[in-house]
């Protein structure tokens, strides 16, 4: 199946840090910019970080400015999310995708414009 396949979450404290990967399950992501995107509990898919194809750019959302990192491995199709300085407000289910409509990831709405989701990997901040 077409998809991403994300792992690296679990438990953390405040404070901590998590690195997360996203790899590409048969086809090569190389080709699309990619977006990592969270959903917390009751509330509604959110970008968090998105990549072009080269890697040369890269745009966060906000509240993670400063704290996350995203990069590539096109060689190994993979793409990655460094989290450190983690806040009990990061807790959510992490999903990667590629951008299949021209735009950013972040935004209202953003999400729509993206697909070949995975079944996300939990990230949970608490002490």
């Known amino acids: 199946q077409l998809q991403f396949v994300e792992s690296g979450g679990g438990l953390v404290q405040p404070g901590g840090s998590l690195r997360l990967s996203c790899a590409a399950s048969?086809?090569?992501?190389?080709?699309?910019?990619v977006g990592w995107f969270r959903q917390a509990p009751g509330k509604a898919r959110e970008g968090v970080s998105c990549?072009?194809?080269?890697?040369?750019?890269?745009a966060y959302a906000d509240s993670v400015k400063g704290r996350f990192t995203i990069s590539r491995d096109n060689v190994k199709n993979t793409v990655y999310l460094e989290m450190h300085s983690l806040k009990p407000e990061d807790t959510a289910v992490y999903y990667c995708?590629?951008?299949?409509?021209?735009?950013?990831?972040?935004?209202?709405?953003?999400?729509?414009?993206?697909?070949?989701w995975g079944q996300g990997t939990q990230v949970t901040v608490s002490s």
């Open positions: 048969q086809f090569s992501s190389e080709y699309y910019n």
């Open positions: 995708a590629i951008e299949v409509l021209p735009g950013s990831c972040l935004g209202t709405g953003a999400d729509e414009r993206y697909g070949r």
């Open positions: 990549i072009s194809r080269s890697g040369g750019t890269a």
